[in-house]
């Protein structure tokens, strides 16, 4: 009997050290790193979800838009020798080719009037692009690509321009090609650097005579998210308005002028020929690659609550640590035992928190899901530690010490640049406010 109850003592003594609650309270962080990552696979998949509905109603409104034109082909012949047999002999042939030249000054103006679309809980950004392009050629100058004038096809040159999803245009395609209304045709036969557009046939004078092709046409335009333009011309300018008012600037070049307000945005761009790695001519069997010195603007949704939720679910781990180290310090400090079990329902309610938030900021603003769900755990852990602690006092401090907790994470969620200074300032404040309460603590009791 003494021998039980000395083991039993002895049990009793460990499961109520210092070092084995410390042991405990860090293998149950390690554990709940599991649900903690089943959360962040819930965004994700939720996220999933998102982009899945958007690209399906892009793909019947239109899909993020390129712009790329317009591009003049001229065709030409040339003569070459191709072996004839395995005796070594050769014929001459003559082989069909073509040349393209790209503008001497592009200019693009263009209004974008956004909308948001709902489909179920999710919304989608698309725009209707009111685009306006002009600009002029020069005269096909084939003495560069080392060609002979006297093989070029001038009668069957034509314009292409590239548009990346042709299921966005909206109005029938005219070009003014030298005051002389040219109609598009759809397709694109033969490109090397294009996949889809519009075709139209622009008969060119021959060499002999020095001729400038001016040219305009007008464009409607739907598509969502973002609107890329590619600057061919040796001068290209191009300028974007909308009424939306948060937009995002991406590309091989940023506005040189930008205005944004809460009633929209106006922004321009001048490029030339000397920014971009690509010629002016060239032939068919080389191939320029354009999408380097695209840029665009994007409509960016004002808030992505899929992104903040994900920065919000990293800070998981410290707000279970912190959390879990308040209530072992409460329990050194006052002597009132908390159970490992406990210790696992109030961590249960941190975990709940971004589940809440996910959920609630899919159907309502992402600052009025955050402070539902915030109201609703601090309210839960608050009244938990009261059957916990068995005073209000310090009940109601715990609760307090947790609205600051998710008050401060609030804030630096919404201070994304600033995140990683006001996160390691926080840091250090708690861990100087636990080295202060924790100083008079005899460690080896």
């Known amino acids: 009997m003494n021998t039980q109850n000395n083991s039993q003592s002895a049990w009793s003594k460990m499961t109520n050290s210092i070092t084995f609650k410390a042991v405990s309270i860090g293998f149950l962080i390690l554990l709940l790193l599991i649900p903690v990552s089943m959360v962040q696979d819930l965004i994700r998949e939720r996220r999933y979800a998102s ?80 685009m306006v392009v002009r600009g002029h050629f020069s005269q096909p100058d084939f003495s560069q690509l080392n060609i002979q004038p006297v093989s070029v096809d001038w009668d069957n040159a034509c314009l292409y321009i590239g548009i990346s999803d042709m299921r966005g245009v909206r109005n029938k395609v005219v070009v003014n090609w030298n005051n002389t209304l040219l109609d598009a045709v759809p397709g694109i036969e033969r490109s090397p650097v294009l996949e889809s557009g519009v075709t139209v046939k622009t008969p060119l004078k021959s060499a002999a ?101 994900t920065r919000a679910v990293k800070y998981a781990v410290m707000f279970i640590v912190l959390t879990f180290l308040m209530f072992f310090m409460v329990e050194l400090i006052s002597r009132k035992p908390v159970h490992i079990l406990q210790y696992l329902l109030i961590s249960a309610g941190l975990i709940i928190f971004y589940s809440l938030l996910l959920a609630m900021s899919e159907q309502m603003n992402f600052t009025l899901a955050y402070i539902i769900s915030a109201v609703a755990i601090v309210a839960l852990i608050t ?7 068995k005073r209000w006092t310090q009940t109601l401090m715990a609760g307090s010490l947790f609205g600051l907790l998710y008050l401060y994470l609030y804030v630096v969620l919404q201070m994304e640049d600033l995140a990683l200074l006001i996160g390691s300032i926080g840091l250090f404040v708690v861990l100087a406010v636990i080295m202060y309460v924790s100083r008079k603590i005899n460690w080896f009791r």
Request: glycine share 6%; charged share 20%.
């Open 209 to 309: 005579t020095a001729a400038k092709y001016t040219f305009n046409c007008e464009l409607l335009l739907n598509g969502s998210k973002s609107l890329a333009f590619t600057p061919l011309g040796k001068s290209t300018k191009v300028e974007t308005s909308s009424t939306w008012a948060t937009p995002g600037f991406d590309g091989a070049f940023l506005p040189d002028n930008r205005n944004i307000s809460a009633e929209g945005f106006a922004a321009d761009w001048s490029v030339f020929n000397y920014n971009r790695n690509y010629p002016q001519a060239w032939v068919s069997d080389q191939k320029p690659y354009f999408s380097s010195s695209n840029f665009s603007v994007n409509l960016v949704l004002p808030v992505d609550h899929y992104q903040q939720s």
């Open 51 to 130: 982009e899945s509905v958007e690209e399906e109603v892009s793909s019947k409104w239109g899909h993020q838009q390129t712009f790329t034109g317009p591009i003049l082909k001229v065709p030409y012949t040339y003569t070459t020798q191709r072996p004839v047999g395995n005796k070594g002999n050769t014929e001459i042939v003559e082989v069909d080719d073509y040349a393209y030249f790209l503008p001497e000054e592009l200019g693009i103006s263009t209004v974008m009037a956004p909308e948001i679309l709902h489909r179920s809980i999710y919304d989608v950004v698309v725009y209707q692009a009111k």
């Open 383 to 389: 009244s938990y530690s009261y059957s916990i602690f």
